[in-house]
């Protein structure tokens, strides 16, 4: 009988746990810090800062069988999944619906996350506010409002983003998103292979694409000479999650293996 919170924590600490390859595993560590509301949790899979939680919830994972504790010293500890954790975990993601539903989940949880709102706060507000509108009212000034929020949250995710991992961009100007992303990704990707290098490369078409469809949203499409319509609007709010998803996420990625 988890609640909400605890299921999320348990979700965080498996897919961690998931993030590290099997002979490289290693123990959660929890400790305190000073200025911090809560107990940190630290582990190769978890961003470099690590994740803070309120100690309750771990109190809960543990009581329930879900987590097991290697040692302890006063509020610090080290502790490990169990396999009925790992189970409860795929019980709780099949029960979340539709196997479409549950990517989509994951990608907004993921933006939902306090670590993305903190890092990311500015991006979050203006998608968060396109995905608002889009269930709202279905107008025309609606959908290029949304177009306009679209590719804000692209240029604040972007500036934050050369921000966050120091990169010096050719272009000063905040509107060249594709410039900045690309500079981020090429100063800090430890790229193991061709095939992940290609996957960047079009990560980073990806990126201009979306950014492309930002701008023909916010001018009602009338290059095209056709009208904007839900699907549209739809599509965009969607992508734009998608985009800012895969390229925070591969940044994570290559901070840990850095």
Known sequence: MLGHDQRELLAKLVEAERNVAQGERQY???TTAAGVNGLMVLHPGLPPQGLIIFGGDLDALRSAGLISTASSYGRSESFHVTQEGFDAYQKFKLEAGLPTSRVQETVKDYLDAETFRECYGAAYEKWAQAEQLLWKSDSQDSRTMIGHLAREAMQEFADALAKRYCVA?????KTKTVARIRATLSARLVISGDTER???????GYWGTVADLTQRQEHGAQRE???????????????TAIV???VAAALSRSN???
């Open 28 to 30: 959660f560590l929890t």
């Open 169 to 173: 961009c050719e272009s000063a100007d």
């Open 198 to 204: 290609e996957f960047l490369n079009a990560l980073i």
């Open 225 to 239: 000479g056709t009208d904007l319509v839900w699907f549209d609007s739809r599509r965009l709010v969607f992508q």
């Open 244 to 246: 800012m998803f895969e």
């Open 256 to 258: 840990r293996s850095a």
